[in-house]
C-alpha cells in the first residue's frame, strides 16, 4: 500500500485535471446504503418495482413512497471526509470534475463545482407531460402524488432502468475523461452502463486510473493503482500528499 502511495504522490505531482468518478460506495460513510451486497438496496427490494418508468405508471404512490423514504435519509445525513476532500482539491489542481452515479446530491453539497450527474437527482423532479422542472421543491405537503399545473404527474429526475442517460451530463464527463490527466474510481463495482464506460474511455486515452474501494472489481485489473479501504479514510490521505506536494497551492 505505501508504494501504491509513493506512486499516487508523484502522479499527482504532475496532474492538473482530475476527474474523480464516484458511486454508492463513496457515501456509505455516510449513511447511505450501497446498491449491491450484502445489505445493498437491490438484495432487499426489486428494481422493477421501483426504478422503472411503468412502475411509476401503475403504482405511483408506492415509488413516491420510496424515494421520498431515500430522500429523508439524505436530508438527515451529510457528506462524509471523502466528499470534502474531493471538493478541497479544487484548491490544488487547475480542474476537478466529478462525474457521479451518485443522486444524493452530497458532492454539490460539500462544494465540488463541476458535478455530472449520470443517474440524476433525487433533489430534482419533472412532469411527464410537459417537462416541466419541478426542482428542489418540497413536493409531499398535503399530496402523496404530487401533480404539475398542467395536471401531469411529476416525478423524480432519476435515471430508471431501461432510460438514457441525460445526454449532456453524459458526453460533458466524456470528454472529461478523454481530457484528464488522472482518474479517481471511487466507490463503485462498474457494473452499470453505460456509466461505468467512463472509467474505460480514460482507460483507452492513457489516463493514469486510481481506484479507491474497499474490495476489488471488474476495473481492479485494469487500474493503475489500487487503494483498498474505506473512501472516508483514504481521501483524507491524499489530501495530506497533495499538501506535501503542492504546498504553494495551484500549479
Ligand atoms: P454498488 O452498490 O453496485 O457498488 C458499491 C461499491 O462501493 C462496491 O464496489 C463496494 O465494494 C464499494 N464500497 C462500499 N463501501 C465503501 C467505502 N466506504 N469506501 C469505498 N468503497 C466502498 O453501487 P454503484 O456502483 O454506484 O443506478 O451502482 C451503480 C448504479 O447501480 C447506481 O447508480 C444505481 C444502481 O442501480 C441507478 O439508480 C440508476
Not at 464506460?197 to 493503475?224: F, H, P
Request: glycine share 8%.
Amino acid at each position: 500500500m505505501l508504494q501504491q502511495y509513493e506512486k499516487l504522490k508523484k502522479v499527482l505531482s504532475s496532474a492538473k485535471k482530475i476527474v474523480f468518478f464516484t458511486g454508492a460506495g463513496i457515501s456509505a460513510e455516510s449513511g447511505i446504503p450501497t446498491f449491491r451486497g450484502k445489505d445493498g438496496i437491490w438484495n432487499k427490494m426489486k428494481p422493477e418495482e421501483l426504478a422503472n418508468f411503468n412502475a411509476f405508471l401503475c403504482n405511483p404512490e408506492l415509488v413516491w413512497d420510496w424515494y421520498q423514504y431515500r430522500k429523508k435519509i439524505v436530508h438527515e445525513a451529510s457528506p462524509n471526509p471523502a466528499h470534502l476532500v474531493i471538493s478541497e482539491l479544487q484548491n490544488y489542481f487547475d480542474e476537478v470534475t466529478v462525474v457521479t452515479q451518485n443522486v444524493d446530491n452530497f458532492h454539490n453539497r460539500a462544494g465540488s463545482k463541476i458535478v455530472y450527474e449520470l443517474h440524476g437527482n433525487i433533489e430534482k423532479n419533472y412532469c411527464i407531460s410537459c417537462g416541466k422542472r419541478h426542482d428542489f421543491e418540497n413536493l409531499v405537503v398535503g399530496e402523496k402524488v404530487p401533480k404539475c399545473e398542467c395536471g401531469g404527474l411529476i416525478r423524480p429526475d432519476i435515471v430508471w432502468f431501461g432510460e438514457y442517460l441525460p445526454e449532456d451530463a453524459y458526453s460533458l464527463s466524456e470528454l472529461a475523461a478523454e481530457t484528464c490527466d488522472v482518474m479517481f474510481v471511487i466507490g463503485t463495482s462498474a457494473v452499470v452502463y453505460p456509466a461505468a464506460n467512463i472509467a474505460y474511455i480514460a482507460k483507452r486515452n492513457g489516463k493514469i486510473l486510481v481506484e479507491i474501494n474497499i474490495e476489488r472489481t471488474e476495473l481492479s485489473g485494469i487500474a493503475d493503482i489500487s487503494l483498498i479501504g474505506k473512501a472516508g479514510e483514504i481521501l483524507p490521505q491524499i489530501l495530506q500528499l497533495v499538501k506535501e506536494e503542492k504546498s504553494y497551492g495551484k500549479n
